[in-house]
């Protein structure tokens, strides 16, 4: 999670990612530094993060993106 | 018969109302596809077989990808891990041939209709060139109405199945009206299954309620189209019809008429559109947010036809992006350059596919593969010199958040927008390269005042096109700063709330730009 | 219940205010004394006193193909159109009496093709359209607005530069064929529209006015078999009839000078028609040139909008 958010303020330092909860929906992350950010989970991480679960609802708070790392870390 | 026509509103729209309400509950879908069919019927005739062999494509296929799902499961239960990876990728091939072939079937009227003259003329260009003595002959089809809205449901249809994301439907009925239901079939919003899916089978009761706020949207719709998009209508046609004859600040106002007219034109319609939706209880998503606050223009296209925007990213940008393919590239790139840029690459591919289809699904025309590249290479340009301009705007200590600061970016991207929808409109590539190089390069003052008045407007015409932009500012600044105006309306005591609906009403009625010398806008997006 | 009467209310209210309004905008000197419905929906009615010479009562072909206008500018005579679209027999009945209130014509034109239209067959959409424009004549007059911002109010005379002729420029050509074919069939007429005519030829007697049976040029409208039956019903009744579809007399030339494919003639069809039927008022001696009289200096500033307003 610490790993996470380090990626995240790296990607774009001017967000308060412990308390954001509308990354997405508020316009913080563009559609482009979603695509970094998920190169970067898949490196880190080393999942693979299918196009379809690209939805705002899966990428709106950090804890939100960590349970999506998790899920697919279980279906590998 | 476009959503503004009087029988529209005030004849087809009511009887349905009528006949909803005292049939059982059971039959009100039927009714609300009956009242589909018929008002499609009724604009395209006979081709009305090709959205109903769309809708039964997508049934079936839905269906056989649910079928495949099922017997997969069945099949790999007692299965090693190792044996369960084969199958399952077998059956999952299975399916994404399913997928894949009746997304092509689709396909393959809307390009029939839409594109086999363009690239029948590309090709007949090309054999020209190449000196060889044959050409394609070419045909003006009339297509369906709608195809290029209710195909691209068709296929986030499909999609969503594919990937788990919506259930296969196996109500045939819900299918057929979620790809024909009148008032999305023109010009949409392009609806995903999952948010509507429920709401249209329910056959609620229409309250007096819903009624109420459903023709209050209309009755604004019909404000934007009647009383501005029509009377600015008369100017543009003018300025684009013959651009030669006008001076180039002329022109310029053309082009910024033309894209209010086209905002206030399409974002009308869709307020009858939800509004109509409105009325039978069936919740559509908003297909503008007062697009003309955006600071970017990758902004503005999440804020102007959001369905459409949304489409191309939840099936083009991020599929393309995910695809193996660009992936690869991507891991070369970062290889050589590091991650930033590799990211860059990236989204730049998926960016590209995405704005060649844009262009291409506005129309088949250079202008619309032009206006799609230009948006295209818009948005790349604020993608990479972004952080120099956040760099640059730090050494200067300009802060970013500062109101003026916003103002100019706001100020700007609507430049940039009027250029685009410039091209959009002029009849070809040379006009409006033509008008292009006439607006930057003949700046001139002399004459400007009476030769603006003799376009067609007058002072008066000018100054109601003024209230107007006015009243549609005032309300889409409210909501923007979240105060619902509806809302802040119904709660309103009922002298106030009726003083604004006769304002509205007779604001129609009398400053409308209808009858003897006023041509209305054809339907824009109606055509696409 | 309470949400019905509330409904209802609203609506009462608006057609209130929207009346209201109407009278604002509907500023004609003859208000006052036919009220504002009837003189919206028989715009004769807002010509002076006594001024007209000769009204062309008919349907859209009427509109189509009489520009007073024209026959103003070349002949000196004051025409006025008395068409509305679809027009029924008794319609054009009522036209001429409500005419006849306010003016001493010296002659009527009748479009022959009127007597063809069955009342029981009239279009629902017409009998809607109708009802629309006649209740509300705010939809026809809702610009004048403009006027009173401008406190134009002077110079505007709601009967209108065009005197009821409809200014279309349109071409849309028809194919070329023989539509008067001679044949030996008669179509007959409705035996009610055959009681309407002859209660116009009596009340022209009444009135001393000349009545006269036309039929202008159209593809889509008009044959060899209306023509004989309309020829017949003018020989009974000791009527004149023109029909300016036999042997294009004319010579419209189908290609240019029709806006809907044949059905309907455009400006350039309509002036030929116009200046037929002033060579006809002219050769009948019975109406003078008012050109130069002061009671009809309107008929001449009108001119002006009128040939402005020409493309």
Redesign the interface.
């Known amino acids: 999670m610490e790993k996470l958010i380090e990626i995240l303020e790296e990607l774009q330092p001017e967000v308060d990612y412990e308390s954001c909860e509308n990354l997405v929906d508020g316009?913080y992350l563009?559609?482009?530094t979603i695509?970094?950010l998920?190169?970067?989970i898949e490196n880190n991480f080393g999942v693979l993060?299918?196009?379809?679960e690209?939805?705002p609802s899966n990428f709106n708070s950090v804890k939100k993106i960590w349970e999506l790392i998790e899920r697919l870390k279980e279906e590998e | 018969m476009s959503y503004f026509n009087i029988i529209y509103i005030f004849a087809f729209l009511p009887v349905v109302i009528i006949l909803y309400n005292i049939i059982p509950k059971k039959l009100r879908p039927v009714l609300l596809l009956i009242a589909s069919y018929l008002f499609f019927f009724y604009i395209s005739g006979k081709l009305i077989i090709f959205l109903i062999l769309s809708s039964l494509s997508i049934y079936f296929s839905a269906l056989l990808m649910k079928k495949i799902d099922k017997v997969k499961e069945e099949k790999i239960t007692d299965l090693e891990s190792e044996e369960k990876r084969v199958v399952k990728e077998k059956y999952k091939r299975l399916k994404r041939t399913v997928l894949v072939v009746t997304i092509l079937f689709n396909l393959s009227f809307l390009f029939f209709f839409k594109y086999l003259n363009f690239f029948g003329s590309i090709v007949n260009g090309i054999l020209d060139i190449l000196k060889i003595n044959y050409s394609f002959k070419l045909i003006k089809l009339l297509a369906p109405i709608g195809i290029s809205f209710y195909t691209l449901q068709a296929i986030s249809y499909l999609v969503d199945v594919y990937n788990g994301k919506v259930e296969a439907s196996d109500s045939l009925l819900k299918v057929l009206l979620y790809l024909s239901f009148f008032p999305i079939i023109m010009e949409g919003p392009i609806t995903r299954f999952s948010s509507v899916c429920d709401s249209l089978l329910k056959g609620e009761k229409t309250t007096y309620n819903s009624i109420c706020l459903g023709y209050q949207r209309i009755l604004f719709g019909m404000f934007k189209k009647f009383v501005i998009a029509d009377r600015l209508n008369i100017f543009v046609k003018l300025t684009f019809g013959n651009y030669r004859s006008y001076s180039s600040l002329v022109l310029a106002l053309g082009a910024i008429f033309y894209t209010i007219l086209l905002y206030m034109e399409f974002s009308g319609t869709m307020d009858v559109v939800i509004g109509s939706a409105e009325i039978f209880n069936i919740k559509l998503e908003e297909n503008f947010k007062a697009p003309f606050f955006s600071k970017n223009i990758s902004e503005f296209w999440s804020r102007w036809h959001i369905s459409l925007g949304l489409w191309l990213k939840n099936y083009i940008f991020y599929p393309v992006s995910m695809s193996k393919f660009v992936k690869k590239i991507t891991a070369w790139f970062r290889k050589l350059f590091g991650s930033r840029v590799a990211t860059q690459v990236m989204g730049s591919m998926a960016l590209f596919a995405v704005w060649s289809l844009n262009g291409l699904w506005h129309g088949a025309g250079w202008t619309f593969v032009v206006f799609g590249y230009y948006h295209l290479i818009l948005i790349l340009l604020g993608n990479i010199f972004e952080p120099t301009v956040i760099k640059v705007c730090k050494k200067l200590k300009i802060n970013r958040d500062n109101k003026f600061y916003k103002f100019l970016r706001i100020i700007k991207t609507c430049c940039l927008v009027v250029i685009g929808e410039l091209i959009f409109r002029a009849p070809s590539l040379s006009v409006a390269f033509g008008m292009l190089g006439k607006i930057f390069t003949k700046f001139s003052l002399k004459g400007f005042s009476s030769e603006v008045l003799s376009l067609g407007l007058d002072v008066c015409d000018f100054l109601v096109v003024i209230l107007g932009v006015v009243v549609v500012f005032v309300v889409s600044l409210l909501n923007e700063k979240g105060k619902n105006v509806r809302e802040r309306i119904s709660q309103k005591n009922i002298f106030v709330r009726w003083a604004f609906y006769y304002a509205l009403i007779l604001g129609i009625i009398l400053l409308g730009a209808y009858g003897p010398g006023y041509a209305p806008v054809d339907p824009i997006y109606a055509d696409f | 219940m309470r949400k019905v009467l509330k409904c209802g209310l609203f609506f009462v209210i608006l057609f209130l205010i929207i009346n209201v309004i109407s009278y604002f905008l509907l500023f004609d000197k003859n208000v006052e004394k036919f009220g504002l419905y009837k003189i919206a929906n028989y715009s004769i009615l807002s010509e002076n006193k006594n001024s007209i010479d000769a009204v062309v009562i008919g349907d859209s072909l009427i509109y189509s193909s009489v520009s007073p206008m024209e026959i103003w500018h070349n002949y000196g005579y004051s025409v006025y159109d008395c068409a509305s679209a679809a027009q029924l027999l008794k319609d054009s009945y009522d036209n001429l009496k409500v005419a006849l209130e306010n003016q001493d014509l010296k002659v009527v034109f009748l479009e022959a093709n009127v007597l063809y239209r069955n009342p029981k067959n009239k279009s629902w959409y017409f009998k809607v359209y109708n009802f629309f424009s006649n209740s509300f004549p705010i939809f026809r007059y809702h610009n004048n607005w403009k006027e009173l911002f401008l406190n134009n109010v002077d110079d505007l005379n709601n009967s209108g530069v065009y005197k009821g002729f409809k200014y279309v420029t349109k071409v849309k050509p028809a194919k070329n064929r023989n539509y008067m074919k001679v044949s030996l069939k008669k179509q007959d007429i409705p035996s009610a529209n055959v009681m309407y005519f002859e209660k116009i030829v009596k009340l022209c007697e009444e009135n001393n006015v000349k009545l006269v049976l036309i039929s202008t040029p159209s593809m889509k409208n008009w044959s060899y078999s209306k023509h004989m039956g309309a020829k017949d019903l003018a020989e009974d009744n000791n009527v004149s009839f023109i029909d300016l579809n036999l042997g294009n007399v004319l010579n419209i030339n189908w290609n240019k000078e029709t806006k809907d494919n044949g059905d309907h003639l455009n400006y350039n069809g309509a002036v030929k028609v116009s200046n037929y039927i002033g060579e006809y008022l002219k050769g009948l001696n019975i109406v003078t040139d008012h050109r130069n009289d002061s009671y009809y200096s309107s008929w001449n500033d009108n001119y002006i909008i009128y040939s402005n307003g020409l493309k």
């Open positions: 316009r563009d559609s482009l695509l970094a998920i190169s970067e993060v299918p196009a379809v690209i939805i």
